[in-house]
């Protein structure tokens, strides 16, 4: 997996003023790089094995262009309407991740730009998404949201529920279901965080001895990746760490 990019989440992740400084750019995301390399190592995997998605949330044109500059191809966006300002970019080899909540209304916009909608955070959703990608003949990868935490602000799936609530999903045949995400509690010790990333290390275990096996775990931002890498995260979505001064 790539190990270039990186994620901006607010609902489901992260968000501030973007650095907009190519220098500074470039020394954050090293210093990101770096200590991704390093928790993976010490989960006894590579950083290749680590997908870092630039979430890009509050951030103008220039900074994604910069990033782009220096090997982001995965970029992260919490709003359709802003990433809309975004997605036309020419920034060839560029991957669109939606990782906010996305309501049923903005569904038509999204489809003809997303790589991968990592925040599919309930059945009514996903019934959406499949009707609208079936009638325009794509089909859309998916991830599945499950909420790892009580509070009542997140979104996602129950964790008793999500098996059920995956199979559904891999039955829906517009729907390409690559894995689970999940945001772990806000402000939370280590051993809460290390709880929330671990149930969904287990869940993914255990489906994927399901069809269409759940390889993408898509979970950990600029304030605990390092933790959700030795849980066992194939994806994180990293903004202030990468575009805060």
Known sequence: MDSYSVSFSGASGEGSESLGNLGGLADNLARVRERLARAAERSGRSADAVTLVAVTKGCGPDTVRDLWTLGVRDFGENRVQEALTKTTLDLPGARWHLIGHLQENKINKVLPWVHLIQSIDSRGLAQAVE?????????????????????????????????????????????????????????????????????????????RREPGPAAVLSMGMSDDFEIAVEEGATMVRIGRAIVAA
Do not use: Q, W
């Not at 199979?167 to 939370?188: K, N, Q, S």
């Open 131 to 207: 009707e609208r990608a079936s009638r325009g003949n794509v089909r859309v990868p998916v991830l599945l949201e499950v909420k790892t935490s009580p509070e009542p602000a997140k979104h996602g799936i129950p964790v008793d529920e999500a098996t059920d609530t995956y199979r559904a999903l891999a039955g829906c045949a517009a729907l390409e279901l690559r894995g689970l995400m999940t945001i772990a509690p806000f402000d939370a010790p280590e051993g809460e965080l290390r709880r929330a990333f671990a149930t969904l290390r287990r869940l993914g275990e255990e489906l």
